[in-house]
């Protein structure tokens, strides 16, 4: 079965770092995706990790162990901009796409 | 811009009525999908095409159907929606199926049957 566990909701204060943890467990694994979805819009692109170990990208980066079923996405230097919901995905064995129920971030002032 | 589109924006829909959502991709893309995204539950995969004249069903598959006639254009169909059937639905496309490709989204079509 497919089982990705994320915190529902996170609050984190303007110019602090914050790190959203996804914990799985799935049916093969062949990579792991963040991905950012603002109020009303559609998920968009962050990070994609299949090798243990850190991937940065400017403010944001993001870890993965592939023994342990665990991730994490580090958010560095939080802007207002930055409150959203943040969606970890698993590609399985199958190469579908299976998410977490995400994780609503508050950045405040 | 490139990426894709879906119409309608949103719908509110009449329980039994029959309904099309559209999406429309410009990238070439060769693999397509559809979600629905409820409140508590994430997004869930509907149904998917690996290429066109090919089709699959994901997790959530019931009471939904599609079709992939050509690369750009993969459109959902409600035969007879009913109030289960509300939902923000998006579309994603990659760039090949079978491997680890980014998914790209749609920006979605918020659907409320009554």
């Known amino acids: 079965g497919q089982n990705i566990d994320q915190p529902t909701e996170m609050t984190a204060t303007e110019g602090a770092i914050v790190q959203i943890n996804c914990t799985y467990q799935?049916?093969?694994?062949?990579?792991l995706f963040w991905y950012q979805q603002h109020a009303g819009e559609a998920p968009t692109f962050l990070s994609y990790?299949?090798?243990?170990g850190l991937e940065e990208k400017g403010r944001f980066s993001s870890f993965l162990s592939r023994s342990k079923g665990y991730s994490y996405l580090l958010l560095k230097e939080l802007q207002m901009k930055d409150s959203a919901s943040y969606l970890c995905?698993?590609?399985?064995?199958?190469?579908?796409?299976?998410f977490g129920k995400g994780t609503s971030l508050l950045v405040t002032p | 811009i490139a990426g894709i589109t879906q119409a309608p924006t949103s719908q509110i829909l009449a329980a039994g009525r029959r309904m099309t959502l559209r999406c429309t991709q410009d990238m070439r893309h060769n693999a397509m999908y559809w979600y629905r995204q409820d409140l508590g539950l994430g997004l869930r995969l509907i149904h998917y095409?690996?290429?066109?004249?090919?089709?699959g069903k994901g997790e959530v598959p019931d009471g939904y159907s599609v079709s992939r006639a050509n690369t750009d254009d993969f459109p959902l169909t409600l035969a007879s929606a009913v109030p289960s059937q509300t939902s923000v639905y998006f579309c994603?496309?990659?760039?090949?199926?079978?491997?680890?490709?980014?998914?790209?989204f749609g920006p979605g079509t918020r659907l409320l049957v009554l």
């Open positions: 799935t049916s093969g694994f062949n990579g």
């Open positions: 994603a496309s990659s760039d090949r199926a079978g491997a680890a490709e980014t998914q790209y």
């Open positions: 990790n299949v090798l243990d």
């Open positions: 095409s690996n290429t066109a004249g090919t089709t």
């Open positions: 995905a698993v590609l399985n064995s199958g190469y579908a796409l299976n």
